[in-house]
């Protein structure tokens, strides 16, 4: 018995981080041991602002931000992904990760018991409703209304400051949801009001534009990465020398421009300014169509039209998420395709097409058109791994996961935490392949109906094939 306090002692030493446990003396024993690892563990969540998997690979403003930061130390990014957003600060405590990034925002009640690093960006809380509903203009407009926000989210804390002036104000909280399904609750008429943090809001309102904002509450919020207190410093102020060079070169700046700078930049469903560049423009990349179209085995006027939907029929057009050219390829596809310059509108069109015609030949042999066709442009543009998870779902639910009328029911579902935490791939921002395909199949209706009624201006000039 007498040697109980000692065991004891022994099970809560190895309980512990090994960082934390070894080496208490040395100053820069949490980055040390980081650097002999060859990892640094980054707690986060889902979702549209943190992570999750793109077409072409993991994607998201704190996870790029999170990986150059281990690039510059020399360590590879481990992602450790948390089920909710209150369970991060308990988990980050526990010593499950060695920071957390996942849209922090910096609080007296957090900073007790947190290191906060340099904030690397400026958010608001914003209060969002319905367009058609009554607005509420001010905090007391709030009061009566059903209000719910993400538990353990800053805006919990921002209510709960409120609420002293205002005792009447209710609200609930929930650790099953997330901010976009709770915004997305409020477009569906499920939800009065939420408040939810202006980049979030902005991503969700391109697809949800009936989503509005009423009003911001008082006083911005700083974001920044969250360390533990209990270890020492030397990772903290690592990740502050990281910032702050990323503030001095630029390029913090031209990452947050990447994810938020143009979060609407075409008009896609002004159909009157489509038709009027189906003459215009349309006429000059003509024949590429043509020629890849049949090289791919595919109808030109849906190359025609997805190109449109991609980028206007602009060859220099460049996303806020790096892809660029006519048909929007990332660096990732046009190296798979062999492509050396993706603003070249040759390259980009045949290179799309060759992509698009894989996609199609990897679906189940069993689909038939036009459903092969559709499944295909979703997958282009949410990535096909995605489009399997929804497919699945489908099926688990009864659905034909074949038909592209049951699957864009799905597809939407891989952004609420209750249905993307089953799947394969996790999250992914699934009501935007749904709109895609929506538009593109409207876009070439239009073209086939004026190629239809015999309008000449279109042809335009010819090019040659190009060779093999």
């Given amino acids: 018995m007498r040697w109980l306090p000692v065991a004891l002692l022994l099970v809560g030493l190895c309980s512990l981080p090994l960082f934390v446990v070894f080496d208490r003396p040395q100053t820069t024993e949490a980055l040390a041991y980081i650097e002999r690892t060859g990892v640094l563990r980054v707690l986060t969540v889902n979702g549209p602002n943190t992570f999750y998997e793109g077409a072409d690979g993991p994607m998201g403003f704190e996870y790029e931000l999170a990986a150059r930061f281990a690039e510059s130390l020399g360590v590879k990014v481990q992602l450790e992904l948390s089920d909710s957003f209150a369970s991060l600060i308990p988990r980050l405590l526990r010593g499950d990760g060695h920071m957390a990034a996942a849209g ?36 007391e407009d709030l009061v009566g209304r059903q209000i719910q926000i993400v538990a353990g989210s800053s805006a919990a804390e921002r209510l709960s400051r409120l609420k002293v002036d205002h005792p009447e104000l209710r609200w609930k909280e929930t650790s099953g949801k997330d901010t976009e399904e709770l915004l997305v609750e409020v477009w569906k008429e499920k939800l009065d009001v939420t408040v939810s943090d202006s980049q979030t809001v ?43 060079r990323m503030r001095e070169t630029g390029e913090l700046a031209r990452l947050i421009d990447r994810y ?43 190359l025609a039209a997805q190109a449109y939907q991609e980028s206007q029929w602009n060859p220099k057009a460049v996303s806020p998420t790096g892809v660029r050219g006519m048909m929007q390829l990332t660096s990732v596809t046009a190296e798979r395709l062999n492509i050396a310059d993706r603003s070249d509108p040759r390259e980009s069109i045949f290179g799309g097409a060759r992509y698009l015609r894989s996609l199609m030949d990897r679906l ?13 442009l979703a997958a282009y543009n949410v990535g096909f791994g995605h489009l399997l998870d929804a497919r699945r779902l489908a099926q688990q639910a009864g659905r034909d996961p074949d038909k592209w ?7 939407p579902l891989l952004s609420l935490p209750k249905w993307y935490k089953t799947t394969k791939h996790g999250y992914a921002r699934g ?29 335009g000039p010819q090019h040659p094939a190009p060779t093999a």
């Fill in 202 to 244: 902005a991503l969700v309102r391109q697809h949800y534009p009936r989503i509005r904002v009423a009003f911001a509450l008082p006083e911005a919020e700083a974001l920044a990465w969250a360390f533990p207190k209990n270890v020492d410093p030397s990772l903290y102020h690592a990740g502050n020398r990281f910032l702050l």
């Fill in 405 to 411: 009328v049951e699957v864009k029911n799905f597809l």
């Fill in 431 to 459: 009501h935007e392949p749904v709109q895609y395909v929506t538009r593109i199949r409207s876009f070439f209706d239009i073209l086939e109906k004026i190629e239809e009624q015999g309008k000449s201006e279109i042809v």
């Fill in 104 to 139: 922090f925002t910096v609080t007296d009640q957090r900073e007790q018991i947190l290191r906060f690093s340099e904030p690397f960006e400026e958010i608001t809380q914003q209060v969002v409703y319905l367009r058609g509903k009554k607005r509420p203009r001010k905090v």
């Fill in 364 to 376: 189940p042999v069993e689909i038939d058109e036009p459903d092969r066709t559709w499944l295909a």
């Fill in 260 to 302: 938020y700078g143009a979060v609407q930049r075409f008009d896609y469903l002004n159909v009157a300014t489509y038709r009027r560049r189906i003459f215009s423009v349309l006429p000059t990349y003509r024949s590429l169509f043509k020629q890849a179209a049949e090289q791919s085995q595919l109808d030109w006027k849906l």
